[in-house]
């Protein structure tokens, strides 16, 4: 376990942006979570997990708590007939975790290629892509509880997941040490999403799962900033859930806007294709901060860029949104220590 004061939290992130942490803890095992979670209770601090560090907005004056980087990185798949349990510590790249699972000839995960970030915080956020989200593969987490110290394993049916949340966002006294996803080698390939339907079009081949990964990684070069240049978080918004009843309005409004009717019967409609065709804020920028060029959804943090940067573009961009359609927009990116 690996202790430090006073730690900046910048650069464990990809906006790159904010301060220090109290006190930063690096946990290579259960036991180091544990003994993490005794050393908050000593200093009377929250316990603040931290993955890859890719959905996080630090506030300017740093987190006043214990954080904990998880750095179990393990990796280990179990056949058992036509499933491949895939299990692997938090702390893993999420993208070691897709190329582990590509380069065996696994389907289920394909789809989330280039997303940044671990196994871990792709869990906590339920994350989606390219019509496929983390809930329909995964099988089960352990966490520790950081309110009582114990482990408990989530199942399936316990996880709650949902949009961009997950039992794990809504309970973050649960710190996730291990998450584990069923995987299958007789899946067939989910390529209906137009980004990999053009690309199959021109020639593509989208058969193994290491294939669309490899396509899924092009279509998000083209549309998302390069880390090593500026910082960002990937989509810094989630796409709006409205009423039928305001979608039918919107459309009336904004013709072409793309809706996808929900189960429930209310519509999810593209936040990205309203800021650049309906508000033309592509560009769009507050201090150091703006919306990526090829994709509004994407906050970019240039060089000298500061949290209250990116905070004060987020909140008028949700004002401009809400001024112009009825819609009050939801951040993904969430302010670490927030609670």
């Not at 708590?65 to 007939?81: F, H, L, P, S």
């Amino acid at each position: 376990m690996k202790f430090g004061e006073h730690v900046p939290l910048a650069p464990l992130t990809t906006l790159g942006v904010g301060g220090k942490a109290r006190f930063f803890i690096e946990a290579h095992s259960e036991e180091d979570v544990k003994a993490a979670i005794a050393r908050a209770r000593e200093c009377g601090l929250p316990v603040l997990p931290l993955g890859g560090g890719s959905n996080l907005l630090v506030p300017d004056a740093g987190v006043d708590g214990v954080v904990v980087k998880v750095m179990m990185r393990d990796i280990a798949c179990e056949e058992g007939g036509a499933e491949t349990l895939l299990v692997a510590g938090a702390g893993a790249s999420w993208e070691t975790v897709v190329d582990t699972a590509t380069s065996r000839g696994l389907f289920g995960i394909e789809n989330l290629a280039g997303i940044p970030g671990t196994i871990g915080g792709a869990a906590v956020q339920n994350i989606g892509a390219y019509g496929a989200e983390l809930a329909g593969v995964f099988a089960y987490a352990d966490t520790v509880d950081a309110a009582t110290g114990s482990s408990r394993r989530i199942a399936r049916d316990e996880a709650a997941f949902g949009y961009r949340t997950s039992f794990f966002k809504n309970n973050r006294s649960h710190i996730v040490t291990r998450v584990a996803l069923r995987l299958s080698t007789h899946a067939s390939p989910n390529i209906s999403y137009p980004d990999l339907l053009r690309a199959q079009e021109e020639g593509v081949s989208l058969t193994a799962p290491v294939d669309i990964a490899k396509a899924v990684r092009a279509i998000r070069a083209r549309k998302f900033p390069k880390q090593a240049e500026e910082g960002s978080a990937g989509s810094f918004f989630k796409n709006p859930v409205i009423s039928r009843e305001l979608a039918s309005a919107l459309a009336e409004r904004f013709p072409g806007m793309p809706q996808f009717p929900q189960p429930d019967g209310t519509v999810k409609v593209s936040l990205a294709w309203l800021l650049d065709r309906a508000l033309s804020l592509k560009g769009f920028s507050k201090g150091n901060a703006r919306l990526y060029e090829k994709h509004p959804l994407v906050i970019v943090a240039r060089a000298g860029a500061r949290a209250a940067d990116i905070d004060a573009l987020a909140k008028e961009v949700a004002e401009l949104v809400r001024s112009a359609t009825g819609i009050a927009i939801e951040r993904e990116v969430e302010t670490f220590g927030a609670r």
